[in-house]
């Protein structure tokens, strides 16, 4: 009995992987374009989410799962298309950061069949969707000892308007004051 249970568990384990592939895929063939491919899409679509601390192409990388070199090279890539701008650390010039350009915020906000999609779900539907697979992304990471990331909001270090220094909050971690749309970005100093 136990071996059958196991076996239809592990059954539905793997349709579900299947179906987060299959996801995968069509949202990858989504984004290729003329202008770019899915590896460069993800990484301006990160830019879009991320915070100011969080723009140096090490931070791209590690949220995407990727080599530094590569992401390097995708970033440098997207600056000659115009996507986004290059930026360098005054106190040292080694430092490099990525800001999105207009046309890569226009570009990375089209519209998205799955984001579509997703509209038609009921919102607890949508909720609990998120929470299963934040769940599952956090497990996986973990499982790889990879950097979390997360929401600047959710963070230890992040303290809330009203008992900061900023409108937007304060960082701890940082001693620095938030505006008020970082909170809701994802940060690479997340804990």
Excluded at 56 to 62: F, L, Q
Excluded at 104 to 119: F, H, M, N, Y
């Amino acid at each position: 009995m136990t071996t059958r249970s196991t076996s239809d568990k592990d059954q539905r384990f793997r349709q579900i992987l299947a179906l987060i592939d299959r996801l995968g895929r069509l949202i990858a063939s989504e984004r290729w374009s003329d202008q770019v491919n899915p590896a460069q899409m993800s990484a301006l679509d990160y830019l879009l989410r991320s915070n100011r601390f969080s723009h140096a192409p090490s931070h791209v990388a590690d949220y995407l799962g990727t080599t530094r070199g590569t992401m390097s090279q995708t970033l440098k890539t997207l600056a000659r298309k115009g996507f986004v701008e290059e930026h360098r650390s005054q106190e040292d010039r080694r430092s490099i950061s990525y800001e999105l350009t207009q046309t890569g915020r226009e570009l990375v906000q089209q519209p998205s069949d799955l984001i579509e999609a997703l509209k038609n779900l009921p919102s607890e539907d949508c909720k609990l969707l998120e929470g299963v697979l934040t769940q599952s992304l956090r497990d996986v990471i973990s499982r790889r000892e990879g950097r979390a990331f997360g929401l600047c909001k959710d963070c230890r270090y992040h303290k809330n308007a009203a008992n900061s220094q900023g409108e937007g909050g304060y960082c701890t971690l940082l001693n620095l004051a938030l505006q008020p749309e970082e909170a809701d970005l994802i940060c690479h100093e997340y804990a």
